[in-house]
C-alpha cells in the first residue's frame, strides 16, 4: 500500500548524517539532564533555564532542517517544474506553526 508520504525520501551523505545525528545527541542529553534534575528535587528556575535550553536547541535544529529541505528538495522540485511543492512548502509552514 502507497501513500504520499510513505514515497518521499531525503538521501543524507554520512558528514550530513552524522552533523544531525551529533545535534540530536545533544538535544537527548539535555532532556536527560532535565530528568535527572526533576529525580534530584533541582529548584525550579533551575529546571525551567534547561526546559529553555533544549527548546533552543530543538527549535535550532528545526530551522537548520527547514532551510536545508528548501535549498535542497524544494529547489529540485522547482526546477524539475514541479510547482505543486510550493503547495507543500505552504501547508508545511501552516503545520509548523
Known sequence: ????????SKHRN???K???????????GQIKGIKQMIEDDR???D????VSAATKSLK????FMLKNHLS?????DIKHDNLEVIDDVMDLF???D
Not at 1 to 8: G, S
Not at 47 to 50: A, D, E, F, G, K
Not at 60 to 63: C, L
Not at 72 to 76: A, D, E, Q
Open 43 to 45: 529548584y525550579c528556575d
Open 14 to 16: 554520512q558528514k550530513e
Open 72 to 76: 535542497t528538495c524544494v529547489v529540485k
Open 1 to 8: 500500500m502507497n501513500c504520499d508520504q510513505c514515497i518521499h
Open 47 to 50: 529546571v525551567l533555564i534547561q
Open 18 to 28: 552524522k552533523d544531525l545525528m551529533k545535534r540530536l545527541n545533544i538535544i537527548e
Open 94 to 96: 501552516r503545520r509548523l
Open 60 to 63: 535550532s535544529f528545526g530551522n
